[in-house]
């Protein structure tokens, strides 16, 4: 199979996980004859740099046309004026919208090798496997009108949180679907108890249930969901909620793994439509180029790549093998608690690939 893959890899760490994946998907095409044609485009904070754009004309094209495409990271303290005119993350959340990739898909999967690097005890996290399917192109975080003007003397800001009743029964079929593959239970999170928007979702979401009785359904508010999610996450299976609950407790989430280094994301459109994969984590400006980089939850953005947009399962076990392979070797990064013998980035990509090859 001969594939054409889009790389963005961005600002901070972004380039070199973007690499540590490249590397990775070569071995993959190696090991099981398929051709990855690669193309590299500027987004986020090196694009403003480069072109005063951080979503260049030309990316977008390139992101249009590709079988899949690979995102690193955007945004650093170079960029980080909240009121500058042209900022990095305005990159990011253009390409989701024009992408229309509507269903963020991030697993959230505790390593039994990697129990004790998390903050939680290990018997909470242990066996934890919750997926977060996050409404990514509305909400909060496009609703108009939106806006900063002065009332009465004073600066005031203000934003608009708003859900139609297509965009709430889409994301929750995606959440029923990929429950239905899996352990059966999804919880909805919403904040119906104060929120009109919510109140609609929440209504939505009991209509769309009943062509999934053999799902369980439970809905949750998002404050209480923030208790559960560190006293007792095991009892999730399916998570679905909208665009900024989901962003939060996404990485609420990560921190049961021990790392936000840990967490891949997929981002969904359409049936057949071009997908964006990224690690959920941003682009760790402070270590940039320090070789500290934890590649992993890029690699298995990787494997998400492969399963979910280029229909190639068996790569993406092998991928996904060869990191618990990795893990369950000891081999560790520093955010995973590697301590004196923590791997380099390059190393941990190294890691992957030999354990990849290694094997049958
Ligand atoms: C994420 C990030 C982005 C978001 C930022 C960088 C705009 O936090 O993907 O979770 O808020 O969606
Ligand atoms: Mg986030």
Redesign the pocket.
Known sequence: MEKNITLLPGDGIGPEIVDETVKLFDAVANKFGHKFNYNSHLIGGIAIDEVGDPLPEETLGACLEADAILMG???GPKWDDPTAKVR??QG??RI?KELAVFA?IRPVKVFDALAHASPLRPEIVTGVDIVFV?E?TGGI?FGTPRGREERDGQRVGYDTMIYSESEIERILRIGFELARGRRKKLTSVDKANVLTTMQVWREIAHEVKNDYPDVEYEDILVDAMAMYLVNNPKDFDVVVTG??F??IL??EASMITGSLGMLP?ASMGKAGSVGLF?P?H?SAPDIAGTGKANPLATMMSGAMLMRLNLGLEAEADAIEKAIDDVLAAGYRTADIGGGDDSLSTTAMGDKVIEMLEKAD
């Open positions: 990271a955007v945004g990095p993350e990011l959340l989701r963020n996050r990514l975080y665009n900024m989901g962003d996404s990485d994301s990224e959920s941003g």
